[in-house]
Protein backbone atom coordinates (compact mmCIF):
# COMPACT_ATOMS: atom_id res chain seq x y z
CA UNK A 1 0.00 0.00 0.00
CA UNK A 2 1.12 3.54 -0.79
CA UNK A 3 0.24 6.33 0.97
CA UNK A 4 -0.39 9.46 -1.99
CA UNK A 5 1.63 12.33 -0.70
CA UNK A 6 -2.01 14.64 -0.78
CA UNK A 7 -0.84 18.60 -1.81
CA UNK A 8 -1.62 20.90 0.18
CA UNK A 9 -4.34 23.51 -0.86
CA UNK A 10 -2.47 27.01 -1.02
CA UNK A 11 -5.42 29.68 -1.79
CA UNK A 12 -3.72 32.86 -2.55
CA UNK A 13 -5.34 36.35 -2.48
CA UNK A 14 -4.07 38.00 -5.60
CA UNK A 15 -2.83 41.93 -6.39
CA UNK A 16 -6.07 43.55 -8.06
CA UNK A 17 -4.93 45.80 -10.63
CA UNK A 18 -6.34 49.49 -10.31
CA UNK A 19 -7.11 52.07 -13.23
CA UNK A 20 -4.83 53.30 -15.30
CA UNK A 21 -3.09 49.80 -15.52
CA UNK A 22 -3.49 48.53 -19.24
CA UNK A 23 -4.11 45.52 -18.67
CA UNK A 24 -7.60 46.27 -18.21
CA UNK A 25 -7.85 47.42 -21.49
CA UNK A 26 -6.49 44.42 -23.62
CA UNK A 27 -9.08 41.80 -24.56
CA UNK A 28 -8.75 38.44 -23.12
CA UNK A 29 -8.07 35.13 -24.84
CA UNK A 30 -10.59 32.28 -24.90
CA UNK A 31 -9.88 29.53 -22.53
CA UNK A 32 -8.87 26.08 -24.44
CA UNK A 33 -7.49 24.12 -21.18
CA UNK A 34 -9.47 22.94 -18.16
CA UNK A 35 -6.78 21.72 -16.07
CA UNK A 36 -6.13 22.32 -12.19
CA UNK A 37 -4.44 25.47 -13.01
CA UNK A 38 -7.43 27.15 -13.97
CA UNK A 39 -9.24 25.93 -11.47
CA UNK A 40 -6.48 26.83 -8.68
CA UNK A 41 -6.90 30.70 -10.65
CA UNK A 42 -10.83 30.20 -10.18
CA UNK A 43 -10.52 29.58 -6.43
CA UNK A 44 -7.79 32.54 -6.22
CA UNK A 45 -10.19 34.88 -8.10
CA UNK A 46 -12.84 33.75 -5.60
CA UNK A 47 -11.01 34.33 -2.40
CA UNK A 48 -9.67 38.06 -3.38
CA UNK A 49 -13.45 38.94 -4.77
CA UNK A 50 -14.45 37.99 -1.12
CA UNK A 51 -11.62 39.26 0.41
CA UNK A 52 -12.33 42.93 -1.23
CA UNK A 53 -15.93 42.77 -0.42
CA UNK A 54 -16.89 42.27 -4.33
CA UNK A 55 -19.28 40.83 -6.17
CA UNK A 56 -17.56 40.00 -9.61
CA UNK A 57 -13.80 39.72 -10.73
CA UNK A 58 -12.76 39.25 -14.41
CA UNK A 59 -8.91 37.87 -15.82
CA UNK A 60 -7.52 40.89 -16.18
CA UNK A 61 -7.96 41.89 -12.96
CA UNK A 62 -5.82 39.52 -11.83
CA UNK A 63 -3.10 40.35 -14.71
CA UNK A 64 -4.56 36.79 -16.43
CA UNK A 65 -5.72 37.27 -19.88
CA UNK A 66 -8.06 34.33 -20.43
CA UNK A 67 -11.93 34.53 -20.11
CA UNK A 68 -12.90 33.70 -16.55
CA UNK A 69 -15.06 35.46 -14.75
CA UNK A 70 -16.05 35.06 -10.71
CA UNK A 71 -19.25 36.26 -9.55
CA UNK A 72 -20.85 36.23 -6.04
CA UNK A 73 -24.17 38.34 -5.66
CA UNK A 74 -24.30 36.20 -2.04
CA UNK A 75 -27.63 35.05 -2.25
CA UNK A 76 -26.55 31.90 -0.56
CA UNK A 77 -26.07 29.67 -4.10
CA UNK A 78 -22.65 30.41 -3.52
CA UNK A 79 -19.96 32.00 -6.64
CA UNK A 80 -20.04 31.35 -9.71
CA UNK A 81 -17.08 30.87 -12.51
CA UNK A 82 -17.99 31.95 -15.92
CA UNK A 83 -15.85 30.49 -18.52
CA UNK A 84 -15.87 31.97 -22.30
CA UNK A 85 -18.92 33.56 -21.50
CA UNK A 86 -21.19 35.02 -23.85
CA UNK A 87 -24.64 37.22 -23.43
CA UNK A 88 -26.88 35.95 -25.65
CA UNK A 89 -29.84 37.73 -25.10
CA UNK A 90 -31.12 40.60 -22.97
CA UNK A 91 -34.08 42.42 -21.96
CA UNK A 92 -35.21 45.57 -20.15
CA UNK A 93 -33.18 48.36 -19.43
CA UNK A 94 -32.66 49.88 -16.20
CA UNK A 95 -30.45 52.53 -14.47
CA UNK A 96 -27.96 51.14 -11.67
CA UNK A 97 -25.16 52.57 -9.26
CA UNK A 98 -21.82 50.72 -10.33
CA UNK A 99 -18.37 49.95 -8.81
CA UNK A 100 -15.35 48.35 -9.93
CA UNK A 101 -12.63 46.66 -7.37
CA UNK A 102 -10.55 48.18 -10.06
CA UNK A 103 -12.00 52.17 -9.36
CA UNK A 104 -11.94 51.65 -5.63
CA UNK A 105 -14.42 53.87 -3.93
CA UNK A 106 -15.61 55.17 -7.02
CA UNK A 107 -19.31 54.74 -8.29
CA UNK A 108 -21.21 56.08 -11.46
CA UNK A 109 -24.82 55.25 -12.55
CA UNK A 110 -25.21 53.31 -16.16
CA UNK A 111 -27.90 51.49 -17.99
CA UNK A 112 -28.23 48.10 -17.52
CA UNK A 113 -30.47 45.30 -19.62
CA UNK A 114 -32.79 43.70 -16.44
CA UNK A 115 -32.17 40.48 -17.33
CA UNK A 116 -29.61 38.59 -19.30
CA UNK A 117 -29.27 35.15 -20.93
CA UNK A 118 -25.69 34.11 -20.41
CA UNK A 119 -23.72 30.74 -22.32
CA UNK A 120 -20.97 29.68 -20.77
CA UNK A 121 -18.39 26.85 -19.93
CA UNK A 122 -18.03 25.59 -16.36
CA UNK A 123 -14.36 24.62 -14.63
CA UNK A 124 -14.85 20.84 -16.01
CA UNK A 125 -15.38 22.70 -19.40
CA UNK A 126 -19.33 21.76 -19.50
CA UNK A 127 -21.39 24.46 -21.52
CA UNK A 128 -23.92 25.88 -19.48
CA UNK A 129 -26.70 28.75 -19.72
CA UNK A 130 -27.49 30.74 -17.46
CA UNK A 131 -30.86 33.27 -16.81
CA UNK A 132 -29.81 36.07 -14.52
CA UNK A 133 -31.92 39.40 -13.41
CA UNK A 134 -31.22 42.29 -11.81
CA UNK A 135 -27.86 42.09 -9.91
CA UNK A 136 -26.46 39.14 -11.02
CA UNK A 137 -27.67 39.85 -14.73
CA UNK A 138 -25.86 43.74 -13.73
CA UNK A 139 -22.32 41.70 -12.67
CA UNK A 140 -22.35 39.44 -15.98
CA UNK A 141 -22.61 42.51 -17.97
CA UNK A 142 -19.65 44.30 -15.82
CA UNK A 143 -17.77 41.52 -15.77
CA UNK A 144 -17.93 40.56 -19.39
CA UNK A 145 -17.17 43.95 -20.81
CA UNK A 146 -14.03 43.61 -18.97
CA UNK A 147 -12.91 40.31 -20.91
CA UNK A 148 -12.72 43.03 -23.53
CA UNK A 149 -11.25 45.64 -21.96
CA UNK A 150 -14.14 47.97 -21.82
CA UNK A 151 -14.71 49.51 -18.36
CA UNK A 152 -18.02 50.77 -16.61
CA UNK A 153 -16.68 54.43 -17.06
CA UNK A 154 -16.95 54.14 -20.18
CA UNK A 155 -20.37 53.44 -20.95
CA UNK A 156 -21.45 55.70 -17.29
CA UNK A 157 -24.15 58.84 -17.58
CA UNK A 158 -22.29 61.52 -18.12
CA UNK A 159 -21.94 63.21 -14.85
CA UNK A 160 -22.80 60.27 -11.99
CA UNK A 161 -19.29 59.41 -11.20
CA UNK A 162 -19.03 59.74 -7.47
CA UNK A 163 -16.15 59.75 -5.54
CA UNK A 164 -16.67 58.48 -2.23
CA UNK A 165 -13.86 58.77 1.02
CA UNK A 166 -13.11 55.73 2.45
CA UNK A 167 -14.53 55.04 5.86
CA UNK A 168 -10.97 54.59 7.76
CA UNK A 169 -9.48 57.56 6.86
ZN1 LIG B 1 -14.91 45.77 -12.61
Redesign the pocket.
Known amino acids: MCLAMKEEKKLAIRQIRQAGDEILRKKARPVEVFDEKLKELAEDMIETMHKNNGVGLAGQ ?1 VGILKRIVVIDIYDNKGPIVFINPVITKTKGEHEVEEG ?3 FPNQFAVLKRPKEVEVEYYDLDGKKKKLKAKDLLAQAIC ?1 ETE ?1 LDGIL ?1 IDNMLPGTLEIVKPENN
Do not use: E, K
Open positions: QCLSHHF
